[in-house]
């Protein structure tokens, strides 16, 4: 295990009616820029409870509506703008990892003088921040307890992910029964969201870590019983609080801490979503499976080995080849029984920037589990047309 600090300060309100703990947002000022989608939390009512309780605190608040899925930097600059000409004190998000995520660099941007895209280009020049408070109403990115932002530049055909310390939520609100509404595709896709984020921490070079990969193995589990549950039961309590729970833990820190982790399937995705603004769970699962075959070889069989019997439960005696294969096997069906798709095909993609986006990830995986180069990821995303 590598030497590791640790540091999340976020606090977190977790259950039903944790939205009253919202007033807390008073201790960071008068003025608030909301920050949310489109018309999901109004139809809910959340909308309603938040003016709610910002009027009671004689709050002023401004909004940044409309954010989309795969956030883009046009909103970010736009966020940026609301905050220097209204003197924001906050940026409350209230939504999923998007619309946090967007808040995130919101809030760096507000206190610089530059172009926002350069703070995710450089995350080193993000140097102070307004405060981040978020509610979450899905499952799936973990954006509720660390400093990660992932923002899309559709101009360039770039998605990238910016890390800052001064990034991380100040305080969280987390009601499941928020997640309630969330449909059937999206609940399934963050599932796939939060078993990636979690395999990407599983799958390490490094020894020793066992503690680590135990929780990773706890949250996989978690994700394999309630993902079918949820999947039938949309209102299902219990299985939506424990991939919620699951959903933070897969990455806040906990689950990578003195491991290597460099990822791999994600920066293999976020082409996709620089691409072809792909949902990213979506494209997680599509190309999780296939990732995992062209990695597997007599280096890391072991892993997936551990992989297949701590997480799948498969008999340890065998073939450790054949254990390997029928873990990923396992894993393929499980995203199949969810209604993900498997392949590019089924969500419009063809060959046509296949070449420009291996090119584009490849110096983004070198760092992973498994080095890859462009020919590696070329090999990946023709395995899945």
């Known amino acids: 295990m590598n030497n590791f600090h640790y540091n999340v300060p976020t606090e977190i309100f977790f259950g039903k009616g944790a939205i009253e703990n919202l007033n807390q947002i008073a201790h960071y000022g008068k ?53 220097k000409k ?16 967007c808040a995130k660099v919101v809030a760096a941007a507000a206190l610089y003088e530059g172009d926002a895209w350069e703070l995710v280009l450089d995350p080193k020049m993000i140097v102070d921040a307004l405060p981040v408070v978020s509610v979450l109403t899905l499952a799936a990115t973990g954006s509720e307890m660390n400093g990660s932002a992932v923002i899309t530049n559709f101009e360039t055909r770039e998605k ?36 990636s984020h979690t395999l990407e921490n599983y799958f390490t070079p490094v020894k020793g870590a066992y503690v680590q ?3 990773c193995e706890s949250l996989l589990k978690t994700c394999i019983h309630y993902g079918p549950i ?43 979503g620089a691409y072809y603004d792909i949902t990213h769970g979506v494209g997680l699962a599509i190309l999780t499976p296939p990732w995992m075959r062209y990695v597997l070889s007599d280096e890391t069989v072991g892993k997936f080995v551990e992989f297949g019997v701590n997480v799948w439960g498969l008999n340890p005696d ?30 419009g993609i063809d060959d ?28 990946i995303y023709e395995a899945v047309l």
């Not at 003197?87 to 619309?99: E, F, H, I, P």
């Not at 729970?245 to 990455?251: E, F, Q």
């Not at 080849?321 to 096997?329: G, S």
Request: aromatic share 8%; charged share 20%; net charge negative.
């Open 86 to 101: 209204h003197g924001v004190d906050v940026v409350l998000a209230v939504g999923g990892g998007s619309v946090i995520d």
């Open 31 to 83: 003025r608030v820029l909301l920050v949310c989608g489109k018309d999901s939390i109004k139809k809910m009512g959340l909308y309603d409870e938040v003016v709610r309780i910002l009027e009671q605190l004689d709050m002023d608040f401004f909004e940044l509506s409309g954010v989309d899925p795969n956030p883009r930097i046009e909103s970010v600059r736009q966020g940026s703008v609301l905050c």
């Open 318 to 347: 065998g073939d450790p080849y054949d254990i390997a294969n029928r873990a990923i096997d396992k894993t393929e069906a499980f995203f199949m029984s969810l209604d993900l798709p498997m392949t590019l095909s089924e969500v």
């Open 352 to 379: 046509q920037y296949l070449e420009e986006m291996a090119k584009n990830c490849e110096f983004r995986t070198l760092k992973g589990y498994v080095p890859l180069t462009y020919r590696d990821s070329m090999a």
């Open 160 to 195: 990238i992910g910016a890390y800052s310390t001064l990034l991380k939520p100040k305080f969280s609100i987390m009601d499941p029964v928020y997640t309630f509404t969330v449909s059937r595709a999206m609940t399934a896709a963050g599932v796939a969201d939060i078993m």
């Open 230 to 272: 949820v999947i039938e039961d949309l209102s299902n309590y219990e299985a939506r609080a424990n991939l919620m729970w699951a959903g933070t833990l897969a990455i806040n820190g906990i689950c990578s801490l003195g491991q290597q982790t460099g990822w791999s399937v994600h920066p293999l995705q976020h082409q996709l």
């Open 213 to 215: 990969a135990r929780f």
